[in-house]
């Protein structure tokens, strides 16, 4: 048999997979769990008939009425004023930030990122044949500028990644070591908002006047209940998003995705009322499970790490033997002994809560 002529730098990696059974109260990839309303969908279908009438022609190639939009929200939830050209969207914020590592990393440089974090920071490096560095958050999560400051000092990554509300732990960072980041560094440093409108710190985009190197990315798969919809976007400077334009497909963005996330958009009141249901939910889950006597580490998202427990994968079985689809974090670093789950509606989080009530009382 002989093998394939993969890449050397891929063989042996194993694909990004969460398990996914809808059979299951699916509670483990921090979606929001209210699909959208009648009059919404009723919209969407309208928006993509139209769409369909020119389907022979290539979509807008530079999504500007999508970007506008985009900029238009931002500005209005940050109180930064940004123009067009300083935001770009991709097919999710793993497009983006995929494009991000092709046109500031590979071969030769490195990416640095703060454990545990979002497990497709270094899978989306690794792919673009950019160099991963792990720094540890301290025990409890956080991260201090000094430790912050220093890593990037003695590592000089041509990308510097920080997410907060972090995933998979819920912990947020405040704009000091964003600044003292940015400030350290010749990279570009890339903010992860994807959970954001789930928190009460203030964005990172209003730091962009100070800081060129600067990046924001977001998405609409979780406030925005569009997870299906993939489309995630950035703010930056416009020379930036400049860049991003040299790597990026001609006509990446459909338009039929273009037209759909127009339509969520125009929905914004609908889909962020979501959140302060699922924040209600969220903290019903945090006093649930402090109750029953676990650990929560404090949240500024839809989800929370939960724990710890002497054999998580055990528990994770035994929820799933439940009907409660959680997500097994486990084995990322600095994560061992924790469960992740993100809010439900609210007989999905008491689903959950009875569950984990059913399993500790079988152990
Ligand atoms: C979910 C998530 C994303 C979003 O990815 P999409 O491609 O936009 O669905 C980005 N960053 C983090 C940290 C996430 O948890």
């Known amino acids: 048999m002989t093998a394939l002529p993969v890449r050397d730098d891929l063989v042996g990696r194993q694909p990004y997979g969460a ?28 928006a993509v008939a139209a769409a369909g009438a020119t389907l022979n022609r290539y979509p807008d ?21 940004l123009s067009v050209e300083q935001v770009w969207a991709a097919n999710g914020s793993n497009e983006v930030l995929q494009q991000v590592c092709q046109a500031f990393g590979g071969p030769g440089r490195v990416a640095l990122g703060f454990e545990p974090s979002y497990s497709m920071h270094p899978l989306l490096a690794a792919g673009t044949n950019t160099g991963w560095v792990a720094k540890s958050r301290a ?17 000089q990554p041509a990308i510097t990644f920080l997410t907060t509300p972090n995933n998979p732990t819920g912990t947020v960072l405040g704009l000091d070591v964003v600044q003292a980041v940015h400030d350290a560094t010749t990279g570009v440093v890339v903010v992860d ?5 789930f928190g009460t710190t203030p964005s990172a985009v209003t730091l962009l006047a100070s800081c060129p190197r600067l990046l924001v990315s977001r998405t609409m ?4 209940a569009g997870a299906g919809l993939r489309l995630g976007y950035l703010a930056a400077s416009s020379e930036v998003v400049d860049v991003l334009r040299l790597v990026r497909l001609p006509y990446h963005l459909s338009a039929l995705t273009q037209a759909a996330a127009r339509v969520a958009l125009a929905h914004t009141e609908e889909l962020l009322g979501t959140v302060e249901a699922v924040k209600v939910q969220r903290d019903r889950m945090v006093a649930g499970i402090a109750a029953l006597g ?52 609210e007989p999905e989080t008491t689903a959950f809560l009875e569950a984990l009530a059913a399993v500790l009382a079988e152990r």
């Open 294 to 345: 676990l650990e929560v580490v404090p949240t500024e998202a839809n989800f929370l790490l939960f724990g710890q427990f002497p054999d998580p994968p055990a528990v994770w079985q035994a929820l799933l033997a439940h009907g409660v689809l959680v997500r097994d974090v486990s084995t990322g670093p600095g994560l061992a002994g924790w469960l992740r789950v993100n809010a439900g509606t």
């Open 221 to 224: 798969s979780k406030a925005f």
């Open 19 to 46: 398990p996914q059974l809808p059979e299951a109260i699916q509670l483990n990839v921090n979606e929001n769990p209210f699909p959208p309303s009648a009059s919404l969908v009723a919209d969407l279908a309208a």
């Open 193 to 197: 908002e994807a959970y954001a409108e």
């Open 139 to 155: 025990s409890d999560f956080t991260l201090s500028v000094a430790s912050a400051v220093g890593a990037v000092r003695a590592h």
């Open 61 to 81: 190639r530079e999504a500007l009425g999508l970007r506008s939009d985009l900029a238009a929200y931002l500005t209005r939830v940050t109180g930064v004023a």
